[in-house]
């Protein structure tokens, strides 16, 4: 059976509730429900919530909705993004999602998901095993993330996209004993909060709701300059290889790109030939990780800078947890 929402709703919405109307967003240790932070993207942060009948949740809460009926569609756009990937033959551990009010009139979605083992997330688990098994890890990430490349060939006017860094990949049922990667080794995609889907050539998510963490002045200039583009390299089978190769330099993991790459193309060339994918560079993936490390560095400058006016200087509460220095 596919994961998903296999049981009835998992979390309480009153739960959810009375964590936001408790959450201070400056300072999400404070709140008096419990909740730890498990990882902060680009984006979003991911928290873990406190296990309700023994279960352990972890979720994405997006502040970002100006009504119930955009919450609710995001939503239900998050679940049928989940099933479809499932579709494509790729894990997806169990989710569901709840709308909840938040603060000044703003509607807030926590994403859920099963919470696992952060040992298993991929770029965790990568810097404990050795380059051959690194290196094939990687190898299983792209034959994984092929299912949705292999669904879109078949144009059905629905086509998927998907955001194939290592760690929004995790191994499925983890063991720590004795631990290794081999062609039996399951994964989970774990980063499905961003739902690509485009039906008809129709991008079904709304992009400016994903700039909505960047200050109002900024918004449609941004959407201008590079929403298209970067929405755009989800939906292609070699650019999201790319960006899987141009993470290692974020992981501290450089060497690890030549044999990789080597690997790789291989595998273009052979197993996933019905792509007709051209090799890809070495010197792709560091411009690639160059470019892509200054927009992101530059989008986070400036939100801590619409942080600091808002907060301190204007007074106001500031919706979006921004996470501390990152390693690049
Ligand atoms: N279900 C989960 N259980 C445990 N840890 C998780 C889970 N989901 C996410 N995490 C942790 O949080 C990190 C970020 O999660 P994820 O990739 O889903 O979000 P994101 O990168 O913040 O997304 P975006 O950049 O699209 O906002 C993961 O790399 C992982 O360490
Ligand atoms: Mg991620």
């Not at 502040?63 to 955009?70: A, G, L, M, V």
């Not at 009010?101 to 703003?106: A, D, F, S, Y």
């Not at 080794?185 to 998510?205: A, C, H, L, V």
Request: hydrophobic content about 40%; overall charge neutral.
């Amino acid at each position: 059976m596919a994961d998903g929402t296999r049981e009835n709703r998992p979390f309480d919405k009153k739960i959810l509730q009375e964590i936001e109307d408790n959450l201070d967003p400056a300072d999400p240790s404070k709140c008096p429900m419990g909740i730890e932070i498990l990882g902060y993207g680009e984006i979003s942060t991911v928290f873990g919530l406190p296990s309700v009948a023994g279960r352990s949740w972890a979720c994405k809460r997006l502040p970002i909705f100006t009504s119930e009926k955009e919450a609710q569609d995001y939503i239900e756009l998050y679940k049928k993004y989940n099933l479809k990937l499932s579709e494509c033959g790729i894990n997806v551990p169990q989710f569901d999602g709840v709308s909840v009010i938040g603060h000044g009139g703003i509607y807030v979605d926590y994403l859920l998901q099963e919470r696992l083992d952060e040992a298993s997330v991929c770029h965790n688990v990568i810097h404990g095993v050795s380059e051959d098994h690194a290196v094939f890890m990687l190898e299983r990430i792209v034959c994984e993330a092929a299912g949705v490349w292999r669904f879109n060939k078949k144009k059905t006017g629905m086509a998927l996209g998907l955001d194939g860094q290592l760690s929004n990949w995790a191994v499925k049922d983890f063991n720590h004993e004795n631990f290794k990667i081999d062609p039996d080794t399951k994964f989970y995609f774990i980063d499905t909060s961003t739902p690509f889907i485009r039906k008809n050539g129709m991008e079904q998510i709304n992009g400016r709701l994903l700039l909505k963490s960047a200050p109002k002045i900024l918004q449609s200039l941004l959407a201008w300059i590079f929403l298209k583009d970067i929405i755009g390299r989800y939906y292609n089978f070699r650019d999201v290889i790319i960006d899987l190769f141009a993470n290692l330099h974020k992981e501290q993991l450089p060497d690890l790109i030549d044999p990789g790459i080597d690997r790789i193309n291989h595998l273009l060339e052979n197993g996933l030939s019905e792509f007709k994918i051209k090799p890809v560079l070495r010197s792709e993936i560091d411009k690639y990780y160059n470019e892509d490390k200054f927009i992101w560095a530059l989008y986070l400058g400036v939100r801590r800078f619409d942080r600091y006016v808002k907060t301190r200087i204007l007074r106001r509460r500031y919706e979006f947890i921004l996470p501390g220095k990152i390693k690049r």
